[in-house]
């Protein structure tokens, strides 16, 4: 563990969010988990946004494609003199360096560095991304007059091909990042010391574990912790990490002087008894508020940076999937139907009129969380107005079966303070999520968006083999969805019965 390490930007970012994490990354990087199936997608789409960006500048020299970095050192000396847009610039001076997304040549004898997020706003962690980089650039000699950040414009409409010149915002950066510019070479020494030490620093756990993003190493540094913890308190986390400094970490030792708020109030009762709260009179009125035949109902859908169709915006969301469990009466054999798109052309017509036979015209439509398929069903109202009648129809109809859990007039202390359908379905049933594939709305868009060619910049799609058992999973996820309201709704029946 020699000292005068290279410190790199994604080194030093880690590094400002938690020193042990920085150690790791030099000293242990085999013991860090690599980003999973999932994020990966998330790294592909910055991946795509900053090739779109790149034909902003269209006279640019891309040095993204040399894979020896001792190579694109070099060559990024030598192309300096010839004050051309650069992409992908690599500098190194001491024991920093960074790469920049664009460096773009001003006057005689200075530059400007162009960050590409593909956020949709301008986030405070991006600025110490760029501090680091003028850092870099400015002490191998090079001359930073502006700092700037594209993003992407939400606004965008796209009408045949991607315009780069609306796709993109530019915001001036440069006075936010010249505030930090004086920390970095003091936390540069300090890390310097840290990556030389025999074993990791003794980092408290916090919120920096999950802000700005969560750590790798968090499932690590938290398994001390009882399962039902104070960190699954409802709310914010900052009574937890005030009970977690005087060395409380259950809910149920929680002392009587701390003011909690109702729900979290019924936590500790809850994991203080070992029983589940059920407030059977509220329970009793959201039941009596159905109506059948009851269709139980769920979309699946995705979205992406760069829009994929004509008339879509940025992170637009797309319905590619739904499923329809209609129960008659609650004893009942329920009936399923469900939609999953063919490929990857635009879904949303054809999935309007699978749909609009598949929901009758009367009794009521249960979801889980309204919001959600509130939303998509007015946004395809907007692109196909069509529809727009009979959506408002639904929107009528829809019961959110989410209420109950997300009052608290039904908590189990297996729930750990959440009441998504995920931590719900386990508690008041014998199902679970546990151990699927694909056990998540994320991981549904992504796998989907990977079988029709959408996953990375290849385009590549998998075997039809492999196709065809990823669609069965998708359908199996999202029918256990549906099929999972109907056994939370019996369990909340049976309990107002007892």
């Known amino acids: 563990m020699g000292k005068n390490i290279i410190i790199s930007k994604s080194k030093y970012l880690a590094g400002l969010q938690c020193l042990k994490y920085f150690w790791f990354l030099i000293n242990a990087k085999e013991e860090v988990p690599q980003p999973d199936f999932v994020n990966r997608f998330i790294f592909n789409q910055g991946t ?20 020896d970095l001792k190579e694109q050192l070099a060559r990024t000396l030598e192309l300096l003199s010839g004050r051309r847009p650069l992409f992908e610039a690599s500098i190194s001076s001491g024991n920093v360096y960074s790469r920049a997304d664009i460096l773009v040549p001003v006057d005689t004898d200075s530059w400007d560095i162009v960050e590409v997020k593909s956020s949709t ?15 870099c650039f400015e002490k191998a000699g090079i001359n930073i007059r502006k700092c700037y950040l594209t993003y992407i414009n939400n606004q965008y409409v796209k009408e045949g091909n991607i315009d780069p010149s609306r796709l993109f915002k530019k915001a001036d950066i440069t006075a936010q990042v010249d505030e930090k510019l004086e920390e970095i070479g003091n936390r540069v020494r300090e890390m310097q010391e840290i990556a030389a030490a025999e074993s990791p620093p003794e980092i408290i756990i916090g919120k920096q574990c999950s802000n700005p993003y969560i750590c790798p190493l968090k499932d690590r540094c938290w398994k001390f912790l009882p399962d039902n913890n104070i960190f699954n308190l409802y709310g914010n986390k900052d009574k937890a990490i ?42 009793s009125k959201f039941i009596k508020k159905l109506e059948y035949p009851l ?98 129809s639904i929107i009528n ?10 009052n608290f007039h039904y908590y189990n202390s297996s729930q750990k303070g959440s009441a998504s359908v995920k931590s719900v379905l386990p508690a008041i049933t014998d199902l679970s999520y546990e151990g699927m594939e694909i056990g998540n709305g994320l991981a549904a868009s992504t796998y989907f968006l990977y079988i029709c060619g959408r ?9 039809e083999e492999e196709t065809e058992r990823i669609r069965e999973l998708l359908i199996k996820y999202c029918r256990l969805d549906t099929g999972g309201m109907i ?7 049976k309990e107002t019965e007892k």
């Open 48 to 67: 795509l946004v900053g090739e779109y960006a790149k034909n902003l500048y269209p006279d640019g020299i891309d040095l993204g494609k040399i894979g």
């Open 487 to 493: 056994h939370i709704l019996r369990g909340l029946i």
């Open 242 to 283: 005030e009970l977690y400094s005087e060395g409380i970490l259950s809910i149920k030792d929680i002392p009587d002087r701390y003011d909690l708020n109702l729900k979290q109030q019924i936590q500790l009762e809850c994991a203080r008894t070992e029983k589940t709260k059920i407030d059977k009179d509220e329970i």
């Open 295 to 392: 269709y139980f109902f769920d979309f699946e859908t995705f979205s992406t940076a760069i829009p994929l169709y004509d008339g879509l915006k940025p992170y637009q969301r797309i319905p590619f999937q739904y499923s329809i469990h209609v129960l008659d009466s609650i004893d009942g054999k329920a009936e399923h139907r469900d939609f999953l798109a063919g490929g990857p052309e635009d879904p949303r017509e054809r999935l309007l009129s699978d749909l609009k036979k598949h929901l009758g015209d009367k009794g009521s439509v249960v979801v889980y969380y309204e919001l959600f398929e509130k939303s998509v069903l007015r946004e395809l109202a907007e692109a196909f107005p069509e529809y727009r009648e009979w959506a408002d």
């Open 397 to 406: 109809r829809i019961i959110d079966l989410y209420k109950p859990f997300g």
């Open 121 to 135: 706003q301008l986030k405070e962690e991006y600025i110490p991304d760029v501090a680091f980089q003028k850092y």
């Open 455 to 463: 996953y990375d910049t290849r385009g590549n799609c998998p075997a």
